[in-house]
């Protein structure tokens, strides 16, 4: 235990803020699961904007790094682009060229 005001002052204070990080983190992987699990595209968008704003709040609250946000956003984002455009996509045969013997 601290002996020092200042120390104890911190030690207060860096116990609220790691319990509100760890939340603040657990809220984002909890969306992010939402979106990766969404059934339709509009679902997902619009979980996604949900997404943009928990990321942005994240960084201006100082949980966690700009370009560590940007990165999980971007990630996010292409997962739904691909996962839908790939669902929509009909598995045709490519036709195959006539051999001629």
Known sequence: MPIIKSA???LRQNE????RNKSVKSYLKTIAKKVK?????????????EV??????????GVIHKNN???HK??????????FT?????????????TSS
Not at 16 to 19: D, G
Not at 52 to 61: L, P, Q
Not at 74 to 83: D, I, P
């Open 16 to 19: 609220k803020r790691r319990l």
């Open 69 to 71: 946000a940007a990165r």
């Open 37 to 49: 699990s969404a059934k339709e595209k509009e679902e997902a968008k619009s979980i996604l904007n």
């Open 8 to 10: 104890k002052k911190r």
């Open 86 to 98: 790939l669902a929509k996509k009909t598995v045709e045969p490519a036709p195959q060229p006539e």
């Open 74 to 83: 971007s990630r996010l984002t292409k997962f739904v682009n691909t996962k």
């Open 52 to 61: 943009y704003k928990a990321y942005d709040m994240a960084v201006s609250k």
